[in-house]
């Protein structure tokens, strides 16, 4: 299994990316995947996650509004639409695979599999 995760970069306050998980050795329609981050000296938080069951998000409260997380299952695929970015989202991103699931999603323990994580800075 493995989740490469890409599109991060250097972008202005106000600026928008898109981040991609591209996910191979197992289904994305049959699994959760979560988007997380980490800063410098900070824990890794949970931003976004997308259920296989129905398709809900969750997101949170930092991004709510501003963050949007898909799922391409032919492409087997997860993405996370990042607009109006701000110096606060500067961080590593990454995306992981829940595979724990008696520990809370919100947790980093309820993943198993995660990828590399990508940079995105936020500066002008």
């Known amino acids: 299994v493995q989740l490469q995760a890409s599109g991060g970069g250097l972008v202005q306050p106000g600026g928008s990316l898109r981040l991609s998980c591209a996910i191979s050795g197992l289904a994305l329609e049959k699994n959760n995947i979560g988007w997380f981050r980490q800063a410098p000296g900070k824990q890794r938080e949970r931003v976004s996650c997308t259920s296989s069951d129905d398709g809900s998000a969750y997101y949170a409260d930092s991004v709510k509004g501003r963050f949007a997380i898909s799922r391409d299952n032919a492409k087997n695929t997860v993405y996370l639409q990042m607009n109006s970015l701000n110096p606060e989202d500067t961080a590593v991103y990454y995306c992981?695979?829940?595979?724990?699931?008696?520990?809370?999603?919100?947790?980093?323990?309820?993943?198993?599999?995660w990828g590399q994580g990508t940079q995105v800075t936020v500066s002008s």
């Open positions: 992981a695979q829940r595979s724990v699931f008696y520990e809370p999603a919100r947790s980093v323990k309820a993943y198993g599999y």
